[in-house]
């Protein structure tokens, strides 16, 4: 097997620190990163840096490129709309592009009924949309999310974000009529089955916020930022239909298990979950910025004409790239590919699990997958400064990774799915070093 990883500098390379230091100058330090090397250019599962080295992409942008860096399909959609038209905003003179999008998201999403889709920019944009939508149709006014979600950092979604540091510190006060739930979390012991959550969320709605006053719960299947945890499918049972008894929307945050991620198009398919609204953004756009709330039509046309929309929401130019991102992954059906790859992943990190005592849990769905680092197993006791070692000893080795969880002591893989089995192996053997040498 060939190597795809090439490193001709130290890392960072010399230019790299070049711009490290005008960023220094430049950029607010609040603008973090998990690697220090500036990025010139990227095609699949390869990023090259401005020194020359390349690298094994682990992290894909954070979840934004199931269809690969700089697809070509991708690619040449988006550049034959550039030489259309760069914008013209949906809202003053609509465009084909939108309503085509609109039209496969409508037919792609789970669920058996009728179904509309808007576009925004960002997941953050895309869950404040659903939000409010969800207020509007229900007039009601309470949100509930769960412990250890990240929704964004809007005002209504750093409210609805569980993560303090660094994401919450020091901005509050945050929007009002937000309610928290403890996620399912059986690694840590915050779950012991079906009779337990009816209790729970029975509770809940006693002591918390009465049922009735509940717009939408707002949900991750696997949890993003904070872990990749995955819910419990008859966790999932119970709350859907106990949202279902009290008319409360039930609102999917599918923005980084979307498009194929887990093994399913959508995480929704593993629970046989049809939501009366969903999130989706990243891989929808295939490396370009664009989000969306797909849902029931009567629900998505409560909102008044006005109500909903932006300058930039469904530009043309993302709108392109999404359609042809979408016939990408439809057509080599990526989601089969994010099975296959997460079965060659889990196979090696139960490896792990049993070699490595620093390792205290391997879990995930489909290619979603995650390392939780401990400092003893007993205890469970999280060790962030190991797992910054091993982010370290990953990127100084090629390959490219970021943290998640409350306590940052998760690795997570989000590697484009158009990854090959050489740079899968490759990557994971890195990967095997670092945690080696941490």
Not at 116 to 121: D, E, G, R, Y
Not at 350 to 357: A, K, S
């Given at each position: 097997m060939s190597s795809s990883i090439?490193?001709?500098?130290?890392?960072?390379?010399?230019?790299?620190?070049?711009?490290?230091?005008?960023?220094?100058?430049?950029?607010?330090?609040?603008?973090?990163?998990?690697?220090?090397?500036?990025a010139a250019s990227a095609h699949g599962a390869l990023v090259t840096d401005v020194d020359g080295n390349v690298f094994l992409d682990f992290a894909g942008g954070i979840g934004t490129l199931n269809v690969g860096h700089t697809n070509p399909e991708v690619v040449r959609a988006a550049t034959e709309q550039l030489a259309r038209a760069t914008h013209t905003c949906f809202s003053v003179a609509p465009y084909e592009s939108y309503v085509a999008l609109a039209e496969?998201?409508?037919?792609?999403?789970?669920?058996?009924?009728?179904?509309?889709?808007?576009?925004?920019?960002?997941?953050?944009?895309?869950?404040?949309?659903?939000?409010?939508?969800?207020?509007?149709?229900?007039?009601?006014?309470?949100v509930v999310v769960f412990e250890h979600a990240f929704h964004g950092r809007t005002l209504m979604t750093l409210s609805m974000t569980s993560k303090v540091r660094p994401y919450k510190f020091g901005f509050g006060p945050f929007a009002p009529e937000v309610y928290r739930l403890p996620f399912p979390y059986e690694y840590r012991?915050?779950?012991?089955?079906?009779?337990?959550?009816?209790?729970?969320?029975?509770?809940?709605?006693?002591?918390?916020?009465?049922?009735?006053?509940?717009?939408?719960?707002?949900?991750?299947?696997v949890l993003g930022e904070g872990g990749f945890i995955v819910a419990p499918r008859d966790y999932v049972d119970t709350l859907a239909r106990v949202c279902r008894e009290h008319g409360i929307l039930l609102v999917i945050d599918e923005v980084?298990?979307?498009?194929?991620?887990?093994?399913?198009?959508?995480?929704?398919?593993?629970?046989?979950?049809?939501?009366?609204?969903?999130?989706?953004?990243?891989?929808?756009?295939g490396g370009l910025p664009i989000s969306a709330v797909t849902g029931r039509a009567e629900v998505m046309d409560s909102a008044q004409v006005g109500g909903l929309g932006g300058t930039y929401t469904g530009n043309p130019v993302s709108c392109a790239a999404s359609l042809a991102a979408l016939e990408f992954l439809e057509r080599n059906r990526l989601w089969e590919r994010a099975e296959a790859i997460g079965r060659v992943v889990e196979q090696r990190f139960?490896?792990?699990?049993?070699?490595?005592?620093?390792?205290g849990d391997a879990r995930g769905l489909g290619a979603m997958r995650a390392l939780e680092l401990v400092r003893d197993k007993k205890t469970k006791e999280p060790d962030k400064e190991r797992t910054?070692?091993?982010?370290?000893?990953?990127?100084?080795?090629?390959?490219?990774?970021?943290t998640a969880g409350t306590y940052g002591n998760v690795i997570r893989t989000l590697m484009p799915l158009v990854i090959t089995d050489d740079e899968l192996t490759e990557g994971l053997d890195v990967l095997e070093k670092a945690l080696e040498a941490s």
């Open positions: 090439r490193l001709k500098t130290a890392i960072p390379g010399p230019r790299s620190q070049e711009l490290a230091a005008r960023r220094e100058r430049a950029v607010p330090k609040g603008i973090g990163h998990s690697t220090p090397v500036y496969a998201l409508n037919r792609l999403t789970p669920g058996d009924f009728a179904k509309k889709t808007m576009l925004a920019n960002s997941g953050a944009e895309a869950l404040e949309n659903a939000v409010k939508i969800a207020r509007h149709a229900t007039n009601r006014e309470a012991g915050h779950y012991d089955g079906r009779a337990e959550a009816a209790a729970q969320l029975e509770e809940f709605f006693r002591t918390q916020v009465a049922a009735e006053k509940v717009a939408c719960v707002v949900l991750e299947l980084q298990t979307g498009f194929g991620r887990t093994g399913r198009l959508f995480a929704c398919e593993h629970y046989g979950l049809a939501p009366d609204l969903i999130a989706t953004a990243k891989s929808l756009g139960r490896c792990f699990l049993d070699r490595f005592p620093f390792v910054d070692r091993v982010l370290r000893g990953a990127y100084e080795r090629g390959l490219l990774l970021v």
